[in-house]
């Protein structure tokens, strides 16, 4: 069955519609927009302003203007407030898209990970304040509470575990957070949505019958820091595609 | 007999060595443990109704299995299951098989007992991501 879910996924692989909001993403993130009339081509996704490749592959990370660990979606938020003017509450109202509803940050978000494909995740955790996000993030997966007793770590901190077909990786291990990690954001075809890091770690909260977090709460981050750091060294495959 | 004898020793060996690779990771945080802690609670939107965030509250086996990355030494696993066996309460009335439909309903969907503001699945077979 696993080998069905390969072809599956190879089959959904040729033409991906993800491409066109990375495509949207690219005008988004080059056109004058908000009350300042700028571009974000000036952003400072941690490599430099305007140096996009290889930045999400190297992301969460601590950047010194804001004395915050950041992710990608956090960042992109910053520079959509400070260089476009934008509230953080119009930036943030449409972080996901529904039926009919487009989300710019899904197409950003989009546009700035394919800028890092072939390139190895790279979140050594290096920097106090990063190797302290991972240390909490490593809380947070293994913390258990909620109805079903589940934390992060019931589903993905052993090897061989499964629900119903879909195998669960070790998040603990490189090779599992690799290949978890390696290939979002990622169009959901079951959803009809790309869907990014952080809406996927809010999602996992809901599956695990928890209370809803913030969009860009620092648990997410942190976790994100967590299992990027775990994945440090495998090739990202983005945007992917999922069931 | 022989092969008794070597099951057990297998066994044994098998325990002493998980016991040793618990003795040597460090609990999850490490020294950061109760800044996480604050932190999590900290990141869920305030406007989640309040026995919503009951969810996140932590009895003692949770705290512990946290605390062994969900692999406590044997002595203190079996306590924790001692204690958590007590907690059992058979129904009342004596009959142990309820309503099988309804168990069937539950089980053909993957979301019982979700919560949150984004909208769940909708039920049915393919509720499952």
């Not at chain 1, 700035?112 to 050594?124: D, F, R, T």
């Not at chain 1, 997966?141 to 993905?156: K, L, N």
Request: proline letters at 5%; a positive charge; hydrophobic letters at 35%.
């Amino acid at each position: 069955m696993a080998d069905e879910l390969a072809k599956y996924r190879e089959a959904l692989a040729d033409g991906n519609p993800a491409d066109l909001l990375e495509v949207k993403g690219e005008s988004l993130w080059a056109e004058k927009r908000g009350p300042k009339n700028a571009s974000l081509e000036q952003c400072d996704m941690g490599l430099g302003p305007g140096k996009l490749e290889g930045a999400y592959a190297s992301l969460p990370k601590y950047f010194k203007d804001t004395n915050k660990v950041m992710d990608v979606e956090s960042r992109l938020v910053h520079c959509m407030m400070t260089l476009q003017g934008f509230t953080q509450e119009e930036v943030t109202k449409n972080w996901y898209s529904k039926p009919g509803k487009e989300s710019d940050i899904e197409a950003l978000v989009t546009f700035i990970g394919a800028k890092s494909n072939g390139m190895k995740i790279n979140v050594p955790a290096t920097h106090p304040e990063e190797a302290k996000m991972a240390k909490m993030g490593e809380y947070i997966f293994y913390r258990r509470s909620g109805p079903q007793d589940f934390s992060c770590s019931i589903c993905h901190g052993q090897e061989g575990k499964r629900i119903r077909l879909q195998d669960l990786g070790n998040l603990t291990t490189k090779e599992g957070a690799g290949f978890a990690m390696k290939t979002w954001p990622s169009y959901r075809v079951s959803q009809g949505a790309v869907w990014t890091m952080q809406r996927r770690l809010i999602d996992c909260m809901r599956q695990a019958r928890w209370p809803e977090p913030n969009y860009l709460a620092d648990s997410i981050i942190a976790l994100e820091t967590y299992l990027q750091k775990n994945a440090t060294g495998t090739v990202m495959e983005t945007p992917g595609i999922k069931r | 007999m022989k092969l008794k004898i070597a099951l057990f020793c297998a066994l044994t060996a098998t325990f002493a060595t998980s016991a040793l690779a618990q003795k040597a990771a460090e609990a999850p945080g490490g020294k950061y443990a109760k800044d996480a802690e604050q932190m999590f609670r900290a990141s869920f939107r305030a406007d989640n109704p309040k026995y919503w965030m009951t969810r996140l509250e932590q009895d003692e086996t949770m705290k512990t299995c946290l605390q062994y990355r969900d692999n406590p030494p044997r002595k203190i696993g079996e306590k924790l299951e001692k204690l958590n066996a007590a907690t059992i309460r058979y129904p009342v009335d004596g009959k142990l098989i309820g309503d099988w439909k309804e168990g069937e309903k539950l089980a053909a969907v993957g979301t019982g007992g979700h919560i949150g503001f984004i909208q769940p699945d909708p039920a049915g077979p393919r509720a499952w991501r």
